[in-house]
């Protein structure tokens, strides 16, 4: 027989739904309280289903409430700070579709490091069936690089491979015999470009395979003065180490120290000043490394550099 307890509806305990659809009298006996009629029971149903609702308000309360602290954690765990355009949403697609562009639609079969014997006969047989005869004759006529046919004055492909950092073909054009320390119609050798470029893998390694730090441009300027205009710190402090001419002067009479003031840069100025660097030096208008400082004008910068060039002797320890 089913049954309804006062004290398990005020506790809160399961209570059979079977009770619901009695009709008849319910004789209850225990030690509690007895409920023998059909009004008192229905009386206790009615106790028991508003308790029921208010628990039911009670937990979808607190589950809203769960999820609106967890809506603010995962808002909270995505925050960013405003961004200025160049964190844009639209980055990536751009990115992906200049790397579609880039690839044409067609990516390489092979990659030039660790490639099979096989693999370079496929690709040429491959490239062989695509040109047409004129190209073909073109190819067999050019076994090792042309430089006369793929050079200018102005772009030689020893200083564009080295802008590039493309060391590795660099070092398949000078292999082939071409001079590392030819000039274009500038004067500027692929290390001055490197230089100029602030490739750093490549400035050293043209140094290790033998460049020459020392070649002068078409003005009189040297690797270091190129080395010091783009403010190429760890550059300078290479070239010294391969014993440069830190009072080399270009055809105006500008040494390395020159630039660094006109650059207005601290570090490479004490560089060269605790180098070696004279800094009495006068160019051909007359000026010294102090006379650029001061031209500056009175601001802080012109005073930290003057302080520079008085106080740091050339035999300071650096």
């Known amino acids: 027989m089913s049954y309804w307890s006062l004290s398990s509806v005020l506790n809160n305990q399961p209570m059979p739904l079977s009770a619901a659809s009695t009709k008849?009298?319910?004789?209850?006996?225990?030690?509690?309280?007895?409920?023998?009629?059909?009004?008192?029971?229905?009386?206790?149903?009615?106790?028991?289903?508003?308790?029921?609702?208010?628990?039911?308000?009670?937990?979808?309360?607190?589950?809203?409430?769960?999820?609106?602290?967890?809506?603010?954690?995962?808002?909270?765990?995505?925050?960013?700070?405003?961004?200025?355009?160049?964190?844009?949403?639209?980055?990536?697609?751009?990115?992906?579709?200049?790397?579609?562009?880039?690839?044409?639609?067609?990516?390489?079969?092979?990659?030039?490091?660790?490639?099979?014997?096989?693999?370079i006969?496929?690709?040429?047989?491959?490239?062989?069936q695509l040109l047409e005869p004129e190209e073909r004759a073109v190819l067999?006529?050019?076994?090792?690089?042309?430089?006369?046919?793929i050079s200018t004055e102005k772009w030689s492909p020893l200083h564009t491979l080295a802008l590039s950092t493309q060391i590795r073909c660099m070092d398949q054009l000078l292999?082939?015999?071409?001079?590392?320390?030819?000039?274009?119609?500038?004067?500027?050798?692929?290390?001055?470009?490197?230089?100029?470029?602030?490739?750093?893998?490549?400035?050293s390694h043209l140094l290790r395979k033998g460049a020459s730090p020392h070649v002068k441009d078409k003005d009189g300027a040297t690797p270091l003065h190129y080395a010091v205009q783009v403010?190429?710190?760890?550059?300078?402090?290479?070239?010294?180490?391969?014993?440069?001419?830190?009072?080399?002067?270009?055809?105006?009479?500008?040494?390395?120290?020159?630039?660094?003031?006109?650059?207005?840069?601290r570090d490479i100025a004490k560089i060269l000043l605790v180098n070696g660097a004279d800094k009495t030096r006068r160019n051909k208008d007359g000026k010294t490394a102090l006379d650029l400082s001061l031209c500056y004008g009175k601001n802080f910068k012109s005073y930290d550099l003057g302080k520079l060039l008085k106080v740091v002797p050339a035999d300071s320890d650096f």
Do not use: M
């Not at 067999?140 to 046919?149: A, C, D, G, I």
């Not at 030819?182 to 470029?197: V, W, Y």
């Not at 190429?232 to 002067?249: E, F, G, M, P, R």
């Open 24 to 119: 008849s009298s319910v004789h209850i006996e225990s030690s509690a309280c007895f409920i023998s009629s059909l009004s008192q029971r229905r009386c206790c149903l009615s106790v028991a289903e508003d308790y029921c609702k208010i628990r039911r308000l009670r937990i979808s309360g607190v589950i809203k409430y769960r999820q609106g602290l967890s809506h603010l954690q995962v808002q909270q765990g995505t925050w960013e700070e405003p961004d200025d355009g160049s964190g844009s949403e639209y980055d990536d697609d751009e990115e992906d579709e200049q790397t579609e562009d880039e690839n044409y639609g067609f990516e390489s079969d092979w990659e030039e490091e660790g490639i099979t014997t096989s693999a």
């Open 231 to 265: 403010g190429a710190k760890q550059t300078v402090k290479l070239l010294i180490k391969y014993k440069v001419d830190v009072n080399v002067a270009d055809h105006e009479g500008w040494t390395p120290l020159h630039v660094a003031i006109q650059s207005r840069n």
């Open 121 to 128: 006969n496929d690709i040429k047989k491959e490239v062989e």
């Open 140 to 149: 067999q006529q050019n076994v090792t690089p042309n430089l006369r046919k």
């Open 175 to 203: 292999e082939s015999g071409v001079d590392i320390d030819l000039k274009n119609k500038e004067g500027l050798t692929a290390l001055h470009t490197a230089i100029i470029g602030k490739k750093e893998a490549v400035i």
